[in-house]
């Protein structure tokens, strides 16, 4: 039987002391949670989490250390009309988990829908009890150490940045000098050749696409592909385990590190395009794998009138909760950790207008940029918005605070417009030159 020590609230996630592991997992509506360990014969050992406090369920467990699988099964109402869907029938994956082995398994029968699929729109309502253990991803306890050997950020200004903008995969994938067993990884971008070719260009940091665990939309599955650009994070703090070459029991962490430590010495710095507008969980007819199960109503921005419904300011289906202050600190925890643990020197912020809604407007004066500039570690790394989502007032570009930059959708309509002839000289001199009418008057200048 296995030894339950009451444990401690925090830090979030599963944290290894050398002697044995904390787990904590945020649920405010939560009725019982389980922790659920899996062997490496995929045995599934269920266990009660004791503690509860500041609506943290935690628990310790001496002797369990790197390596081992988990995940958790979480109890509450099922009752998708008041905002809720508990269904401990589904495995969910720890929001804080630094490690995930592996994707969703496709191929295998299991439902990762909370409900029955019956073609309705209203087939939610009522809930599916067939386990799905077989089919999900299983999240990993890792090792933290790292031995980064004095590594430093480079710290490259602004005015001196050259960003290349790529795709682990896909980059490594086609370049040909790269080895055969390190193409589509991490390795493979920490690589000789790879390093060579951005030194030959004059690029002074790498901007990569979504490298947080990826989960590929349902109807992809069914049509046989992949959702190779990554927008659809599952989580939040772990690095996407199919980038990694030498393992998925937590060895992805190491090689993510060493990716960045092998750039670093080269002078070149990683930025992160990060996704936390929405999740993989899609509307309420997707799939159920971690934050709709964990606590739905808390993670989710719902509709005030009609809680069965998500609202949808990103076109994806759902879109994440940063008025929550749980889920706040799940953003901001995984900014730094990525910062402070993994050493990264900025981030790409995807249809950033959404994290500055506050109840509904676009607010520059919200919560998420007051967080974001007291913060004595991000707001000392380059932070770049997207400055728009797709919700009614979400086009701000020009409107971000101090310490953000912008990818200027207006320079860039303006240059595409010019090359057609429908755009004037003076149109495209004002874009070349700076956009004073866009970042005149708040501080903010021209970096090139």
């Not at 050259?162 to 920490?190: C, N, Q, S, W």
């Not at 696409?209 to 190779?228: A, C, K, M, T």
């Not at 007291?374 to 020009?398: C, F, H, R, T």
């Amino acid at each position: 039987m296995t030894e339950v020590w009451p444990g401690r609230p925090f830090p979030l996630g599963a944290t290894w002391d050398g002697d044995g592991t904390n787990f904590s997992l945020f649920s405010e509506h939560a009725e019982m949670v389980e922790l659920c360990l899996f062997d490496d014969s995929g045995e599934e050992t269920r266990i009660e989490v004791p503690g509860r406090r500041a609506l943290n369920w935690h628990c310790y467990l001496p002797g369990v250390g790197p390596g081992q699988r988990y995940a958790y099964r979480v109890h509450g109402p099922y009752a998708p009309d008041e905002g809720h869907r508990f269904n401990p029938a589904k495995l969910l994956l720890d929001p804080y988990a630094k490690a995930i082995e592996g994707i969703v398994d496709s191929e295998h029968d299991a439902n990762i829908l909370p409900y029955v699929p019956n073609g309705e729109d209203d087939a939610d309502l009522e809930p599916d009890d067939e386990d799905d253990a077989l089919a999900v991803p299983k999240c990993v306890v890792i090792d933290d150490h790292f031995d980064w050997e004095g590594d430093t950020p480079p710290r490259v200004p602004f005015t001196d940045t050259v960003i290349y903008e790529t795709h682990v995969k896909g980059f490594t994938m086609r370049h040909p000098e790269v080895r055969d067993d390190l193409r589509g990884t991490y390795a493979g971008l920490a690589s000789e050749p790879a390093i060579a070719y951005l030194k030959e260009l004059g690029v002074t940091a790498v901007e990569l696409l979504p490298v947080h665990q990826i989960s590929d939309e349902s109807f992809l599955y069914e049509r046989g592909l992949r959702n190779y650009w990554g927008y659809s994070t599952i989580g939040y703090l772990a690095p996407h385990s199919e980038y990694a070459a030498t393992g998925r029991r937590g060895e992805q962490v190491k090689e993510f590190k060493g990716m960045v430590k092998a750039l670093h010495q080269q002078g070149i710095e990683v930025i992160l395009d990060v996704v936390y507008n929405h999740t993989a969980e899609g509307n309420h007819l997707g799939p159920m794998l971690s934050f709709k199960g964990i606590d739905n109503s808390a993670y989710y921005r719902l509709m005030p009138d009609d809680p069965h419904h998500y609202m949808d300011f990103t076109g994806t289906g759902n879109s994440l909760n940063p008025v929550h202050p749980s889920v706040l600190r799940l953003i901001m925890d995984s900014l730094r950790y990525f910062v402070t643990d993994c050493h990264v020197d900025g981030f790409r912020f995807d249809l950033a207008s959404a994290l500055a809604r506050e109840f509904y407007d676009v607010d520059r004066l919200s919560v998420f940029f007051d967080t974001m500039h007291q913060d004595p570690v991000l707001s000392q790394v380059k932070l770049i918005a997207e400055p728009w989502d797709v919700g009614p007032g979400g086009y701000q570009v020009g409107n971000f605070p101090i310490l953000w930059s912008e990818w200027n959708g207006v320079y860039r309509d303006a240059m595409r417009d010019f090359w057609r002839a429908s755009a004037s000289v003076g149109e495209f001199a004002s874009r070349l030159s700076g956009s004073s009418d866009l970042y005149e008057e708040d501080g903010r200048e021209p970096f090139a």
